[in-house]
């Protein structure tokens, strides 16, 4: 993804307010201190808004949202509001990829969260780049997306200076994933699956290698069909290979039905994934116990987090109808990201909004630094988070218990 903004611009010609000189020509705004109208920033969002991973994807919206009301509130940037408009990519790639080519056509966007999924990153990428217009991923795991496509060969280089992310990549979680299973869990001998997904299948290969590097063996391999959901073969592919664990690489709703069928064709094994199946909906779509399963998530459960303490009230405060789910506390960072780069940029173009707002703004991200939600904020030399904080998930008593919290260090 894991595995989970659009900027639109006010002129604004009064005294005392902010003033754009070129970004856009939309009014609209609420008075500032000086009862002019202020200049209007809208933070897009992209995301699985409705389909299977919607709960992922509602949890991102509503998250930047309360980031932009939050602004707003405090007056964080004077002489600007900020809004917030979402479009739902569905998880596919191709739509993710229409969404990035409309945010691109409003001149008056400078940013924009998301995508949840890598796959539709990918599509999304050089979309951004062509128009300079910085995009923050709350979610996105694969090292690809920011280190390219030899990163494995140790072969590093950052592909488009646009793109950021406040999720911890799959390089991380998948080796942290693997010596939880081999050193904690005692299991030595592991089935891996993996949903043929660039999510997915990334983050099992990486694990593949950190648990066999460890001394454990891989009793076998298969793969399954997103929005399947007859793995029987699978499940006894598991059993017959005497495996006593499995790793699936993927999502939860084939997750959910893989460790259900798994258990239920005799396999008492526990099932462990990535980030992506480490949600609710994982464990209620299994009709069979899934006691001891287990998942890594990247940060810290923000239940626990005192930097999180106010994020927790707030959203409880707004009234959202969906939770903020796996990824709302990096939404929420990454949404303040957006926001500390328009501030950064006015603030060193004396209040005003430059003509060429978009470039700045993914300068300013490079920048940034502070203390989120989810704890320190801040981007290396590629984009990604400096933050390598992760957890490890048992389920327990029908729900996701956090085990073991680690900051990594590879």
Partial sequence: MRH?????????????????????????????????????????????LTGSLSALGQGIKNSVDLAAKTANKNNE????????????????PASGQANATKLVGN????????????????????????AKLAQVSPANTNPALSQGDNWGKGEFKRGFDTYFRTAATDVVQGKFAAQYLFKDAGKKKVFIVDDKQTYGAGLAAI?????????????????VT????????????????GADSVYFGGQYPEGGLLADQIKKAGAAVPLMGGDGIQDPAFISASGEANEGDLATSIGYPVEKLDTAKKFIE?????????????YGGYSYDAGWAVIQAVKAVAAANSGKLPADARAKVVEALGKVSFEGVTGKVAFDQYGDTTNKQLTVYKVEGGKWVDVKSDTFNQ
Avoid: W
């Fill in 4 to 48: 989970r903004s659009l900027l639109i611009l006010t002129t604004v010609i009064t005294t005392g307010a902010l003033t754009l000189t070129a970004c856009g020509s939309r009014d609209g705004g609420s008075k500032d201190n000086s009862g002019g109208k202020k200049t209007v920033v809208v933070i897009g969002v992209d995301a699985p």
């Fill in 77 to 92: 940037v004077p002489g600007i509001e900020f809004k917030v408009e979402a479009l739902d990519d569905q998880a596919v």
């Fill in 107 to 130: 001149k008056d966007v400078l940013g924009v969260v998301g995508p949840l999924n890598s796959g539709v990153a990918q599509q999304m990428q050089g979309v951004f780049a062509s």
């Fill in 207 to 223: 694990f593949a290698e950190e648990f066999k590097k460890l001394g454990g063996e891989v009793a076998g391999t298969d793969h």
């Fill in 226 to 241: 997103v929005k399947e959901t007859d793995f029987s073969s699978t499940a006894d592919k598991v059993k017959s290979s």
């Fill in 314 to 326: 707030d959203y409880k405060a707004e009234g959202y109808k969906d939770p903020y789910a796996a």
